[in-house]
T-cell receptor, first 114, second 111 residues
C-alpha cells in the first residue's frame, strides 16, 4: 500500500490484559520502526526492524513488550499484562533505507489501559 | 547520542502573523533534520527535511526552515499564519539507527 496502516485505531484494555497492535508498512519499505508517544512527551523509540530481523531494540522494555515482523504479515507489537503507564499512542513508521532519511508514519494506535 | 530541544511548548500567534517555532539539536555527526506536524487524532505528517545541500529548506503549506550549523538550530517559519496551521509541531534529528523527536510545540492561531 501507499501508506503505513496501523490497526486498531483505538484499543482499550483492563490492567493485566494483553494488547496487540498491528502495522502494515508501505510496500517495498524494508525498515519498520515503533515509537511510543506518551501524552505530548518525546516520541520514545522502541524497536526497529530490517525486514523480519530486529535491527535495533535498545528502546524496548525488557519485560512485557515484544515485537515481530514476519514475511507476508503485518508487523506486530505486543504488550503482555498491560499496566496503566502503558497508556499512550503507539506509532509505527516505515522507511526504504537504513538511514531513515524519510520515515512515513502511520496514524497511530491509541492504547488506553484502565 | 543525538537529541533535539524545542524551545516553547506552546506558541500563540494571530492569523496573518509570522510563525516561528524554535529547534536546536545536538549531534556528533552531520545531522538529518525534520519537521513534522500532527493534527488532532492523526499521525505525523512530514513538513520538510534537511539532509545535505541548501541550508534553507522549503516545505509544504508555506513552511520553511533554515539549517544553521554554527547555531545548531533548525527553526521553522511561515510568513503568515493561517487558522488551519493550528497543530502540534515536532522537530526531529535522525541517525542511521534512530530518530529522536523534540517534545513538541503546540501552535495556536487566533482569529
Amino acid at each position: 500500500g501507499e501508506e503505513v496502516a496501523q490497526t486498531p485505531k483505538h484499543l482499550v484494555r483492563g490492567e493485566g490484559q494483553k494488547a496487540k497492535l498491528y502495522c502494515a508498512p508501505i510496500k517495498g519499505h524494508s525498515y519498520v520502526f515503533w515509537y511510543q508517544q506518551v501524552l505530548k512527551n518525546e516520541f520514545k523509540f522502541l524497536i526497529s526492524f530490517q525486514n523480519e530481523n530486529v535491527f535495533d531494540e535498545t528502546g524496548m522494555p525488557k519485560e512485557r513488550f515484544s515485537a515481530k515482523c514476519l514475511p507476508n504479515s503485518p508487523c506486530s507489537l505486543e504488550i503482555q499484562a498491560t499496566k496503566l503507564e502503558d497508556s499512550a499512542v503507539y506509532f509505527c513508521a516505515s522507511s526504504q533505507q537504513q538511514g531513515n532519511e524519510k520515515l512515513f508514519f502511520g496514524s497511530g494506535t491509541q492504547l488506553s489501559v484502565l | 547520542a543525538q537529541s533535539v530541544t524545542q524551545l516553547g511548548s506552546h506558541v500563540s500567534v494571530s492569523e496573518g502573523a509570522l510563525v516561528l517555532l524554535r529547534c536546536n539539536y545536538s549531534s556528533s555527526v552531520p545531522p538529518y533534520l525534520f519537521w513534522y506536524v500532527q493534527y488532532p487524532n492523526q499521525g505525523l505528517q512530514l513538513l520538510l527535511k534537511y539532509t545535505t545541500g541548501a541550508t534553507l529548506v522549503k516545505g509544504i503549506n508555506g513552511f520553511e526552515a533554515e539549517f544553521k550549523k554554527s547555531e545548531t538550530s533548525f527553526h521553522l517559519t511561515k510568513p503568515s499564519a493561517h487558522m488551519s496551521d493550528a497543530a502540534e509541531y515536532f522537530c526531529a534529528v535522525s541517525s542511521p539507527r534512530d530518530m529522536r523527536f523534540g517534545a513538541g510545540t503546540r501552535l495556536t492561531v487566533k482569529p
